[in-house]
């Protein structure tokens, strides 16, 4: 199976990285963009063969390691 985890910095908490993102584009010509928010993937491969118990070992990782879960909230696709 593989497990997709999306991380992003919870709302409120200051994106330094999506700030710069947001100030590069405009310099190069892209107006409208009011806001961006950056965040990570990370994408496992397991051997686990049934969806319910690896997304209960994928939210565990995530809770452990993968997230820091004071300032950013993930979710955990399962395929």
Known sequence: MKARVHVMLKNGVLDPQGEAVRHALGSLGFD????????????????????????????????KLLANTVIESYSVEIT
């Open 32 to 63: 409208g963009v009011e806001g961006v928010r950056q965040g990570k993937i990370i994408e496992l491969d397991l051997t686990e063969t049934d969806p319910g118990k690896a997304k209960e070992t994928v939210t565990a990782m995530c809770e």
